[in-house]
């Protein structure tokens, strides 16, 4: 191991380069099926990641497809080993773009992980508001998170990632509770897409800011995701001490919200420069200079007063 690969971190947490039963924090410079292959069947509580899918440019389309995916389904194998019986694989994926059509590799990824007898429990949309704009077509501000636990006996922890109630002095208005409070005094569920009908549908939506030029934890990462986004999957779906697994680490952002919320967490990443980034991440998470986005943080809406937000003069001359 070079190096630079050394340990970074501070007294406060060592790191393993290999599985270790006894470790909190792993980290596999290499390919993930390697390091798959040294963790125990049945050892995680939760498996999240956002899966590579730059799709072969060298391939005709349906070519790199079907390769791409015959790939993955030989790690979303060893995944499904390595996952505790009510444990849970949180998927994130966006589209996949070619010549202006539009794969959505959720629904490919869909039947991947029901050929492990999977049971998909939320598929959750991750809403953004800025991104790069399409001429053709609606330019695209989601991604999609599939929730899939291993069995009917999963865990999930509500009230670590319940949101404030819009109207908290609501009360039941017949039955056997009349006048009593109808909602829950630590909040309500957070809703998923599928509620996108119902009358607060703005609030169906996961709205996070991705990870653009100015988001406090940019780094030279191209597909970075909030640490937000991960922690809420990490609170729901995991106990204290479980083991939290990302096998794409990248930027190491799923180890970060795993040991931030006293998990204890392991990736692998086969481009050195990305785990030289991961390590020097959770070194600054320890040393408490990290930059991250509050959980929660509402998305910064403009008053109108700022100049960027104000239609420019050059434009009113011709509305």
Same mark, same amino acid.
């Given at each position: 191991?070079?190096?630079?690969?050394?340990?970074?971190?501070?007294?406060?947490?060592?790191?393993?380069?290999?599985?270790?039963?006894?470790? @909190?924090?792993?980290?596999?410079?290499?390919?993930? %099926?390697?390091?798959?292959?040294?963790?125990?069947? @049945?050892?995680?509580?939760?498996?999240?990641?956002?899966?590579?899918?730059?799709?072969?440019?060298?391939?005709?389309?349906?070519?790199?497809?079907?390769?791409?995916?015959?790939?993955?389904? !030989?790690?979303?194998?060893?995944?499904?080993?390595?996952?505790?019986?009510?444990?849970?694989?949180?998927?994130?994926?966006?589209?996949?773009?070619?010549?202006?059509?539009?794969?959505? *590799?959720?629904?490919?990824?869909?039947?991947?992980?029901?050929?492990?007898?999977?049971?998909?429990?939320?598929?959750?949309?991750?809403?953004?508001?800025?991104?790069?704009?399409?001429?053709?077509?609606?330019?695209?501000?989601?991604?999609?998170?599939?929730?899939?636990?291993?069995?009917?006996?999963?865990?999930?922890?509500?009230?670590? +990632?319940? +949101?404030?109630?819009?109207?908290?002095?609501?009360?039941?208005?017949?039955? %056997?509770?009349?006048?009593?409070?109808?909602?829950?005094?630590?909040?309500?569920? =957070?809703?998923? +897409?599928?509620?996108?009908?119902?009358?607060?549908?703005?609030?169906?939506?996961?709205?996070?800011? @991705?990870?653009?030029?100015?988001?406090?934890?940019?780094?030279?990462?191209?597909?970075?995701?909030?640490?937000?986004?991960?922690?809420?999957? +990490?609170? %729901?779906?995991?106990?204290?001490?479980?083991?939290?697994?990302? =096998?794409?680490?990248?930027?190491?952002?799923?180890?970060?919200?795993?040991?931030? @919320?006293?998990?204890? %967490?392991?990736?692998?990443?086969?481009? *050195?420069?990305?785990?030289?980034?991961? !390590?020097?991440?959770?070194?600054?998470?320890?040393?408490?200079? *990290?930059?991250?986005?509050?959980?929660?943080? =509402?998305?910064?809406?403009?008053?109108?007063?700022?100049?960027?937000?104000?239609?420019?003069?050059?434009? !009113?001359?011709?509305?």
């Amino acid at each position: 191991m070079p190096n630079s690969l050394m340990n970074l971190f501070s007294s406060q947490q060592s790191i393993c380069d290999r599985f270790d039963p006894d470790a @909190n924090l792993v980290l596999y410079p290499g390919d993930a %099926a390697d390091f798959l292959d040294t963790i125990p069947s @049945n050892s995680v509580a939760l498996i999240v990641t956002s899966p590579p899918y730059n799709i072969g440019k060298d391939y005709e389309q349906k070519t790199a497809l079907e390769k791409y995916l015959q790939t993955q389904e !030989k790690i979303v194998s060893q995944l499904y080993r390595v996952l505790r019986e009510d444990g849970s694989i949180c998927w994130q994926v966006g589209n996949f773009i070619q010549k202006g059509e539009v794969y959505p *590799l959720d629904i490919f990824y869909y039947d991947i992980f029901k050929q492990q007898n999977m049971f998909l429990r939320n598929r959750i949309v991750w809403h953004y508001g800025h991104g790069l704009h399409a001429k053709k077509r609606f330019s695209g501000r989601y991604e999609t998170i599939l929730w899939f636990s291993k069995s009917d006996n999963y865990l999930f922890n509500l009230d670590p +990632v319940r +949101v404030p109630s819009k109207y908290p002095g609501k009360r039941h208005y017949k039955g %056997a509770k009349k006048g009593q409070l109808s909602g829950n005094k630590k909040g309500k569920n =957070p809703s998923d +897409v599928w509620e996108i009908l119902v009358k607060d549908w703005e609030e169906a939506i996961w709205d996070i800011p @991705n990870v653009k030029s100015n988001h406090p934890e940019k780094t030279n990462h191209p597909c970075q995701y909030p640490v937000e986004l991960v922690e809420r999957c +990490v609170l %729901a779906l995991t106990n204290e001490n479980d083991w939290v697994l990302d =096998p794409y680490a990248g930027a190491g952002t799923s180890l970060i919200a795993a040991i931030k @919320n006293n998990r204890r %967490a392991m990736g692998s990443e086969k481009e *050195l420069d990305y785990i030289e980034i991961a !390590k020097k991440r959770i070194n600054s998470y320890y040393d408490g200079t *990290l930059r991250t986005r509050p959980l929660g943080k =509402p998305v910064y809406v403009p008053t109108g007063k700022e100049k960027v937000s104000q239609i420019p003069e050059e434009w !009113k001359e011709s509305i």
